[in-house]
């Protein structure tokens, strides 16, 4: 940063002082200034786009911008909120319910944030499939990215204290640079696979996952019959018979020794006393317990199953280890449990006990191991998007839980602090 430029964002720094996040009597300095407009700028501009030496000061009118729920041809933009409002609360609205919105925004130029709108709003219109916010922007509107929260129902008139929305989604409303675009771009391929080869040093190194993935989430049986990959290409797949079959071979005599010879030793993911742990092929099995019919959590640290693509009309079928035995169970869960699921490669080119990543839709990058011909995960999986990058719901309320015939997760005892 040359000297001018300096001056130029300290003075603005003075004259128009911005409070930080995290503490609200500290400012930010022209220098800080300088990055979070720049970066906000390159965000929407993409690479093309020159620094900011000198700083802007932009007026837009926030009292032009108008949101409804609903799906509206005339609006500016229309943002199809289903999957995000599915993740986050678990059921759509009602036609007649009144939300809270909430939509930050900032200048598409020069990276300056403005006070957010906030206010109710009815839901006017609801589909079969889905849930759909229009905005009305003027058409000389100047160009910002905005960013859309809504809340479940609440009561209309009332004032509610503390944050109840969550983030749906943004629009921009000008914009030379399209996300697609990263796809194909020499650049983005470069470094996507220079991080892959760091992600991988790092697995092999600490044997960890990234994030740390302590016991997965919980999967119901529509997650892996329901006609959506969860895996991010045909070589990832959820075990059939005959991988389960292979698996026990390889690592025991058969079924009644070979979840001693899976299972993590120690207590920290097993009740004591953990009979005849030894994890001698990595596969680092937990006791992960699961979600039962009705909704509720069950067997935490007692058992520790995953779903196979084995099923009856209701039913899934499952290999679970104990906490009290080296055995394992092989047979059926009805298809409304929440049970974790292990991936794995059939075809791989690693030979037994060399190790590997696998990464998720999600970008989570889990080790790998070869055990025999079989390439496993050795985590239970914690992914939250198919393959086709449609969000898996995540339904909290056991009631609901109960009766779903759609694909469906959660975390056990809905606290994300177990994944």
Not at 305 to 317: D, L
């Amino acid at each position: 940063m040359s000297a001018g430029t300096k001056a130029n964002w300290d003075a603005f720094a003075a004259a128009f002082p911005q409070p930080s996040k995290k503490d609200a009597s500290v400012f930010l300095t022209g220098f800080q200034l300088f990055i979070k407009r720049n970066s906000y700028c390159f965000l929407n501009w993409g690479m093309q786009t020159d620094f900011m030496t000198e700083p802007v000061l932009s007026e837009i009118s926030t009292d032009i911008i108008t949101i409804a729920i609903k799906n509206d041809p005339a609006a500016t933009f229309s943002i199809d909120v289903t999957a995000e409002y599915l993740r986050n609360f678990g059921i759509l609205p009602q036609v007649g319910d009144t939300l809270l919105f909430l939509c930050p925004f900032y200048s598409a130029y020069s990276g300056q944030f403005f006070e957010p709108i906030q206010g109710q709003v009815i839901v006017e219109e609801l589909y079969l499939d889905g849930l759909f916010v229009s905005i009305y922007f003027p058409e000389d509107f100047k160009p910002v990215t905005l960013s859309l929260f809504l809340s479940y129902h609440v009561s209309p008139g009332v004032s509610y204290v503390g944050s109840k929305t969550r983030y749906m989604g943004c629009v921009q409303t000008e914009n030379s640079f399209n996300c697609d675009d990263l796809l194909d771009c020499e650049i983005i391929v470069q470094l996507q696979n220079t991080v892959n080869v760091i992600a991988e040093s790092i697995v092999d190194s600490t044997g960890n996952s990234i994030p740390p993935i302590r016991l997965g989430l919980l999967y119901n049986y529509p997650c892996v019959n329901g006609g959506l990959n969860i895996s991010v290409s045909d070589d990832w797949i959820i075990p059939a018979d005959s991988h389960i079959q292979t698996l026990v071979a390889f690592v025991g005599t058969n079924f009644s020794d070979a979840g001693g010879y899976l299972k993590e030793t120690g207590l920290t993911n097993w009740q004591t006393p953990n009979t005849g742990a030894t994890d001698s092929f990595g596969f680092h099995w937990r006791g992960s317990g699961f979600r039962i019919t009705n909704g509720t959590f069950s067997n935490l640290f007692l058992n520790s199953p995953f779903w196979t693509t084995v099923e009856s009309a209701i039913s899934g079928k499952r290999l679970e280890g104990y906490y009290n035995g080296a055995n394992s169970g092989y047979g059926f869960y009805n298809k409304h449990y929440g049970v974790p699921i292990r991936l794995l490669n059939p075809s791989t080119s690693l030979q037994n006990g060399e190790t590997g990543i696998y990464i998720g839709n999600n970008g989570y990058v889990y080790p790998t191991v070869c055990i025999g011909t079989q390439e496993w995960i050795t985590v239970n999986l914690a992914e939250t998007l198919f393959r086709d990058l449609s969000v898996i719901p995540e339904v909290t309320d056991n009631a609901a839980w109960s009766v779903l015939s759609t694909p469906a997760l959660c975390a056990y005892n809905n606290d994300w602090s177990n994944v």
